[in-house]
Nanobody, 121 residues
Framework: QVQLVESGGGLVQPGGSLRLSCAVSGATLDYYNVGWFRQAPGKEREQISCISSNARGTYYADSVKGRFTISGDNAKNMVYLQMNNLKPEDTAVYYC??????????????WGQGTQVTVSS
């Protein structure tokens, strides 16, 4: 059974930075794809980034490209999302999710519980 746990959310001012972490257990990142998603109230869940197994590739939504960076530490089974130049529209619950197949499956098999990110003055 694969489990994912997010951490690192909180309140930050516009222009500030946060780093989210996703701890993965039950799978090795050598063979696991991990994506970051976010969902704001009243909006559809949005995939904003993904790192493919063994970090063969990384992907970003246009809304965060150039500001967010995804990375992984295989030895620690950790995936990170560095978020810079945060904007109020980045406010959402952020989730990490994993799948053995790819970064672009219609349904990821495992999900974390979410961590709240609020960008406000």
């Amino acid at each position: 059974q694969v489990q994912l746990v997010e951490s690192g959310g909180g309140l930050v001012q516009p222009g500030g930075s946060l780093r989210l972490s996703c701890a993965v257990s039950g799978a090795t990142l050598d063979y696991y794809n991990v994506g970051w998603f976010r969902q704001a109230p009243g909006k559809e869940r949005e995939q904003i980034s993904c790192i493919s197994s063994n970090a063969r590739g990384t992907y970003y939504a246009d809304s965060v490209k150039g500001r967010f960076t995804i990375s992984g530490d295989n030895a620690k089974n950790m995936v990170y999302l560095q978020m810079n130049n945060l904007k109020p529209e980045d406010t959402a619950v952020y989730y990490c999710a994993g799948d053995r197949s790819s970064c672009f499956v219609p349904r990821f098999t495992s999900w974390g519980q979410g961590t709240q990110v609020t960008v406000s003055s």
